[in-house]
């Protein structure tokens, strides 16, 4: 049985195979649900098979400081790794494209930086919606947490996010 990452990938490759006309489009809505669930069932880890919860999410640390980029779904983050780094992560115009830990390294001023591209935290996260106990995992390992926030969204986003890492036991800006 194929993983749930391949079958995203094959129903993706069919959605750029099929014209989009008018025909088409209930075809096409089909298909993006499929991805849609497929995507869920990966994220709350109710694939019923792969390498079980978590998987890519171990990450070896490297260079000489580490920076995890935090913050809700479709902000950017996949962008400004692919811009910083050499390294390519998916971004889309859906939700949710990074399901793993992506890392990339950059150099600045003689220093090697690892940037991780980590998927998006949603409101609830410390309660263990979506995968956000072991994105807070990995960021916990982080020697900095850069949130990235949409500017066209309101500001209550960057409280939100803040009090998710909070309750995880990051404290932001406080001594320890």
């Known amino acids: 049985m194929a993983s749930a990452a391949a079958k995203i990938a094959e129903i993706e490759a069919e959605m750029a195979r099929t014209q989009k006309n008018k025909a ?6 089909l298909l993006k649900a ?4 497929l995507k869920k069932e990966m994220l709350e880890g109710s694939g019923g098979g792969g390498g079980g919860p978590g998987e890519g999410f171990a990450v070896t640390k490297s260079g000489d ?9 479709s902000v950017g983050k996949s962008t400004l790794l692919s811009q910083l780094t050499d390294t390519e992560s998916e971004a889309a115009s859906y939700e949710f494209t990074t399901l793993t830990c992506i890392p990339g390294t950059f150099f600045y001023k003689g ?24 994105v ?9 947490i850069l949130i990235v926030l949409d500017a066209s969204k309101p500001m209550t986003h960057k409280t939100i996010i803040e009090s998710e890492l909070e309750n995880f ?5 406080k001594e320890p």
């Open 24 to 29: 088409t489009s209930g075809h096409l809505g």
């Open 169 to 173: 036991g990051i404290r932001l800006n």
């Open 111 to 134: 220093c090697r930086i690892q940037l991780l591209d980590l998927p998006g935290i949603i409101e609830g996260a410390a309660e263990g919606r979506g995968k956000g106990k072991q």
């Open 136 to 144: 807070v995992a990995v960021a916990k390992t982080c020697d900095l």
């Open 65 to 73: 400081a580490r920076v995890g980029l935090v913050g809700f779904p």
């Open 34 to 37: 499929r991805v849609a669930r």
